[in-house]
């Protein structure tokens, strides 16, 4: 088992669910966490070389570029509906991301049984 692509599949899908949390409970601090964990995403995501690395790293920095404004926006503002609309945006990144990774696996997967 790979270990260091089961640590940047559990992030993506930590980035995924977390902002999925911050959509049900809209607040500050499960919008912080969303970009936190998102971040820590991206930079696992900076070290890997595989196939779709490129567009992996791609998307996760749209998921950051869409949370921290969000996060920004709600601490600053106030304004929950465009924050709310932010994380939605990320949250579309981050499906993208993972549908990615699981392409990129199956692709893996069919060239190490040839």
């Known amino acids: 088992m790979d270990w ?3 640590t940047y599949i559990f992030f993506s899908l930590m980035s995924l669910t977390t902002t999925a949390g911050f959509l049900y409970e809209p607040n500050a601090i499960a919008l912080f966490i969303a970009a936190g964990v998102n971040v820590i995403s991206t930079i696992l995501k900076l070290g890997v070389k595989n196939l779709l690395a490129a567009e992996l ?3 996760s920095l749209v998921a950051d ?3 921290i404004p969000a996060f920004m926006v709600l601490t600053f503002s106030n304004d929950l509906p465009l924050a709310i609309s932010l994380a939605i ?3 579309v990144a981050n499906v993208f991301s993972i549908a990615l990774a699981l392409i990129e696996s199956s692709k893996s997967q069919n060239k190490d049984e040839f």
Do not use: F
Request: zero cysteines; aromatic letters at 0%.
């Open 57 to 59: 790293l791609a998307s």
């Open 89 to 91: 945006g990320a949250v």
């Open 4 to 6: 260091g692509k089961v």
């Open 65 to 67: 570029l869409h949370l």
